[in-house]
């Protein structure tokens, strides 16, 4: 029998390393920067931070990527948008971020994704010359952030043929054309997230899940087990607040104005073969599209939408009717086939942790969320807590990063520049080598060189290769990898987080008998 080699050395979570770092840590001697939330932000910090040599704590009342970060669009986005608004700073940076990610730091998490812009009887010829210049513009944008034409190819006209090669789907009748353009595509955003925390765990830092900060200060935080109920302290020199759209209910000041993206989950035979994703320009807007997200694993993803949110922000927010009768009428407005409420198996929102800057409209209220700058900022309470909040998944290294400058700078602790720019994550690899890996290709895409390693134990347990789902390639070695290595506790970290097999609630109910045997296994094994 052959033998799986290790994963990166220090990387691999598990219910016992938490229980060890734990037991170390509430109660035990200082550290130097303690970050709460371990969304895509407060992962990027625990790693810059324990990267500069500092000793880090991170925790997360709930699971890595439990809350804004596992409910994107997926998409890495080159800052397109933000040149139509004149935010160039937020377009630019947002391009440098994107590059980063594809070239050094993820390139196996994160690779180029073709949109046709179909130019229907909808998009007057006005619209589309300002579609075509913006594609042109986000071009000069890879330019100047140096991201090679290889990494994202040029966007160009098509003819009414091509675009119904490109997208099968779409209306023939007085079709003109279409315009391609590029972007970045994540694989799926939480595995980016689980990936900065083994890449962070792997320096030194220590990753709690399931551990809820009750009360901040600027030594520490009195945390609890949210497995236990157990209290106690965490004392750190510096603590970083990362906890996105819940960032004011720990520090006082801290105005926050969610905005929510709302997507819908189709079959991808609902819409058959679609080589590229959709933009499907929102009627009566000039800079705003809905996307046709083809995923890979059988599903196919719909949005999204740009909603305040008034009132308690839940843990996992609801999709209101609204939003699904929206996204369908959109996308009714291209399609030749009719997609109606019984085809949408599921549907997904996430809230943005806009910074509410307080500034109004000329009609007394705040600017539609929409219209809301997408600048991040870090700022110090009177109490000494640093929150960083604002920005968008896309440029997190990048708030990760001042946030942690602000930390070093204000706690006066002994730390160089952020190296984070050039750190590879966790199973990223250049391209060359990701295609030398011997792992099936879908594998190598999520979990880059330790695919191997996930294939290997299905070799040693023949159930294990099996698929979870007869429609869905998760197998159940990538389940048991999860439990060993990615920090996942129990069926919902495993279903909702690890995978994605939760977003079709039909699909999470089949597969919940497998992923709770696993994880009572897992458990056995322990005692």
Sequence with gaps: ??????????????????????????????????????????????????????????VDAHDLAFGTSRWSSKLIHGGLRYLASAQLDVAHESAVERGVLMERTAPHLVCAQPFVLPLTPLVPRGQAAL???????????????????????????????????????????????????????????????????RTAAARGARILTRVRALELTASGARVRDETTGEEGVVRA??????SGVWAGDLVDGIRVRPSRGTHLVLRAERLGTLPAGLHVPIPGETNRFVLVLPQGDGRVYVGLTDEPVDGGIPDVPEVPESDVGFLLDVLGSVLDVSVHREDVVGAFAGLRPLLDTGSPDRAGAGPRTADVSRRHAVLTSSEGVITVVGGKLTTYRRMAEDAVDAAVAARRLSAGPSPTAALPLVGAAAPGTLAAVRAPGRLVRRYGTEAPHVQALAARDPRLAERVLPDHPVTGAELLWALRHEGALDESDLLDRRTRIGLVPEDRAAALQTARDLVGEAAARQR
């Design 1 to 58: 029998m052959s033998t799986a080699p290790s994963p990166a050395a220090g990387a691999s979570l598990s219910a016992e390393r938490r229980a060890r770092e734990l037991t170390s840590t509430v109660g035990g001697p200082v550290v130097d920067v303690l970050v709460v939330g371990l969304g895509a932000t407060g992962a990027g910090a625990a790693l810059d931070a324990a990267a500069r040599g500092l000793s880090v704590v991170a």
């Design 131 to 197: 579609a075509w210049a913006g594609f042109r513009a986000g071009d000069a944008l890879r330019l100047a952030a140096r991201t090679a034409r290889a990494t994202l190819p040029a966007p160009r006209r098509l003819s009414a043929v091509e675009t119904r090669h490109l997208a099968p789907a779409v209306r023939s009748e007085r079709l003109r054309g279409g315009l391609l353009s590029w972007d970045g595509r994540l694989t799926d955003d939480a595995r980016l997230v689980a990936a900065l925390a």
């Design 237 to 242: 020199r510096a603590v970083i607040n990362a």
